[in-house]
C-alpha cells in the first residue's frame, strides 16, 4: 500500500521552515527520504529504522513513530537549493521485497 | 563505477517492439532494484535481486516484462511487445546489500513507445 506524503505542495520563502508528513497503513520498518529535482534522479537524504529515532544533518531532520506509522521530515531555515519533490519510500515489516513503495511526493518551492 | 548508470538514457520505439534497458550498478554493490517512475508520481517498485537471484518480481506489471542479472552485476529489464502504457523513466537502484540500505538511483532510461 502506498504510503500518503502531506502536504501535496509547499511554497516558502528562504528561511522559513517546512514539515512534510508520510503516514503508512502498515507497520513499517524503515522509511527513507529523497529529494528529486526536475529531471533528475532521486537524491538519498536519510533512512530511520523502526525505533522511533530520529535523524539530521545540517538542516534537515526526520523522525519516525514506529506506533502511528509515519515519519516526518523538517526543514529548518530552507534554502534555494531545498527546492524539489520529496518522496518517502517505505518497507513494511516482515519481510516481503525490500524494493521500496514510495508515496506520490510534496513538492517544494522555495522563493528568495 | 562511480555510480549507477544505465543505458540508452533514451529509447523511443515502435508499438510491438521489443527492448532492452540496462543497468550498470556501484561496483560491489549486491543489491539491484528495477523502479518505473511515472510523470509526477513517485518511482513504482518493479523487481529486485541479490547477486544473480530475483528475490521478487511481485512489481513486474505482466509477464511482457523481464529483468535478468546472470553475473550478479549488470542487468537487463526487458519489455517485449511493447504498448503505449508501457512509456515512462525506469530506473536503477542499487544498495550495498539487502535491507535496510540506502539505494542509489540512476539517471533512468526514459522510454517512449510510438
Not at chain 2, 46 to 64: C, V, W
Request: proline content about 4%; aromatic content about 10%.
Amino acid at each position: 500500500q502506498q504510503p500518503v506524503q502531506s502536504p501535496q505542495a509547499v511554497i516558502l520563502r528562504e528561511g522559513e521552515d517546512a514539515v512534510i508528513n508520510c503516514s503508512s497503513s502498515k507497520a513499517l520498518y524503515s522509511v527513507h527520504w529523497y529529494r528529486q529535482k526536475h529531471g533528475e534522479a532521486p537524491v538519498f537524504l536519510m533512512i530511520l529504522l523502526k525505533g522511533g529515532e530520529q535523524k539530521g544533518h545540517d538542516k534537515i531532520s526526520a523522525s519516525f513513530n514506529e506506533k502511528k506509522q509515519q515519519s516526518s521530515l523538517y526543514l529548518t531555515a530552507s534554502q534555494l537549493s531545498y527546492s524539489g519533490t520529496y518522496f518517502c519510500g517505505t518497507e513494511t515489516s516482515g519481510g516481503g521485497a525490500d524494493g521500496l513503495t514510495f508515496g506520490k511526493g510534496t513538492h517544494l518551492i522555495i522563493q528568495p | 563505477g562511480a555510480g549507477v548508470s544505465q543505458s540508452p538514457r533514451y529509447k523511443v520505439t515502435k508499438r510491438g517492439q521489443d527492448v532492452a534497458l540496462r543497468c550498470d550498478p556501484i561496483s560491489g554493490h549486491v543489491s539491484l532494484y528495477w523502479y518505473r517512475q511515472a510523470l509526477g508520481q513517485g518511482p513504482e517498485f518493479l523487481t529486485y535481486f541479490n547477486y544473480e537471484a530475483q528475490q521478487d518480481k511481485s512489481g513486474l506489471p505482466n509477464d511482457r516484462f523481464s529483468a535478468e542479472r546472470p553475473e550478479g552485476s549488470i542487468s537487463t529489464l526487458t519489455i517485449q511487445r511493447t504498448e503505449q502504457r508501457d512509456s515512462a523513466m525506469y530506473r536503477c537502484a542499487s544498495s550495498r546489500t539487502r535491507g535496510a540500505e540506502t539505494q542509489y538511483f540512476g539517471p533512468g532510461t526514459r522510454l517512449l513507445v510510438l
